[in-house]
Every structure is written in structure tokens, then in C-alpha cells.
């Protein structure tokens, strides 16, 4: 099985930059897809980004977050730059164990989650 710990989240204001941590156990997190997905309050949980043998992103924070994976660290990055209100929310990383060759971005394709770490943008 894999188990996540994501750390990073905080209180920042607009257009400063947080770098979200989500460190595995288990397989090697280079034999799986991981997904970054956040949860606004009132909102749906909705995906972010993910890292297979591609990367993709939500249009939402494409151009401003980047998805990077340190295999010796068994760790995935979230960098996000020039963070805005609405980027608000709740972040949790995701393990999808069927290794696609484009991360998925439905939520229900992923089987072990993160507790999630807050992320809180003021104006």
C-alpha cells in the first residue's frame, strides 16, 4: 500500500509562492501516478495537477504551479507561484496505482490519499 504525508500549506499573501511536499511510503512513487487535487470551501474537490510518464495541469493554475518528483527523496512537489485568493483551499496529494501514461484527472481513479494541508491566499 502507499501512504502520503503532504506538508507545505500556509498562510501567504496574493502573488507570494508556497511549495507543497507529498512524501510516500511504500512502492516507489516513480511506479505510480500522483495527483495534486484542493478543495475550496463550498466547492467541489477538484483536480490540480499529476505526474505519470507526462505531466498535466488544471487551466486554472496552468503557467503558475509546477509538478516535479524527486525519486531518491520518494517525494512529490507542488511549486505555486504567484498564488491568488482563489487558490484558497484544502491540498491533497493522490496515489492513482494504475500507472497511466498521462495522469488522470478524475478523483475516483485514485486509491490512497493524503490527510491534506491547508493553503490560505489573503488579498
Known amino acids: 500500500q502507499v501512504q502520503l504525508v503532504e506538508s507545505g500549506g500556509g498562510l501567504v499573501q496574493a502573488g507570494d509562492s508556497l511549495r507543497l511536499s507529498c512524501e510516500a511510503s511504500g512502492p516507489k512513487i516513480n511506479s505510480y501516478n500522483v495527483g495534486w487535487f484542493r478543495q475550496a470551501p463550498g466547492k467541489e474537490r477538484e483536480f490540480v495537477a499529476g505526474?505519470?510518464?507526462?505531466?498535466r495541469y488544471a487551466d486554472s493554475v496552468l503557467g503558475r504551479f509546477t509538478i516535479s518528483r524527486d525519486n531518491a527523496k520518494n517525494t512529490v512537489y507542488l511549486w505555486m507561484n504567484s498564488l491568488k485568493p482563489e487558490d484558497t483551499a484544502v491540498y491533497y496529494c493522490a496515489a492513482d496505482l494504475q500507472f497511466t501514461d498521462v495522469p488522470r484527472p478524475n478523483e475516483n481513479e485514485y486509491d490512497y490519499w493524503g490527510q491534506g494541508t491547508q493553503v490560505t491566499v489573503s488579498s
Open positions: 505526474i505519470s510518464f507526462n505531466i
